[in-house]
């Protein structure tokens, strides 16, 4: 289940740098204020499918800062997000494949981050 995640995170993170609006933020600092520093963001409705539910909807957060980008999913598009199991985190192959049926691949990071 976590892979399929995976890959359809992969399939809108390609197809939104095509075709989406990202939209630029600032860091803050302790006190609340901007920064000079920024990152871009973008989120995007979507579906999921596995075992218990099909073409459910999904909500991916997508951030990009120079060469990283983070992705969070919210299943059932609700304000639990996704987690990963201790056996997920680590190395990976990405499998993506774009709307127009290109196929690539990317190594990723797993981890849990910050909540």
């Known amino acids: 289940m976590k892979n399929l995640i ?6 809108f993170l390609m197809s939104t740098q095509i ?11 302790e006190f609340g204020d901007e920064t000079n520093q920024s990152f871009e963001k973008q989120t995007v409705i979507g579906t999921f499918s596995n075992t ?5 909807e999904c ?4 951030f990009k800062k120079e060469n990283e980008t983070e992705i969070r999913i919210y299943t059932y598009n609700d304000n ?5 199991s201790k056996g997920a ?5 990405i499998y993506i494949k ?9 190594c990723g990071n797993f ?3 910050i909540r």
């Open 6 to 11: 995976v890959l359809f995170s992969m399939m």
């Open 19 to 29: 075709f989406g609006q990202w939209e630029k933020v600032f860091f803050t600092d």
């Open 52 to 56: 218990a539910t099909t073409n459910s």
């Open 59 to 62: 909500r991916y957060d997508i």
């Open 80 to 84: 639990h997000r996704e987690s990963w």
């Open 89 to 93: 985190l680590g190395s990976s192959t």
């Open 98 to 106: 774009s709307p127009s049926g290109t196929k690539d691949t990317l």
């Open 111 to 113: 981890f849990d981050g």
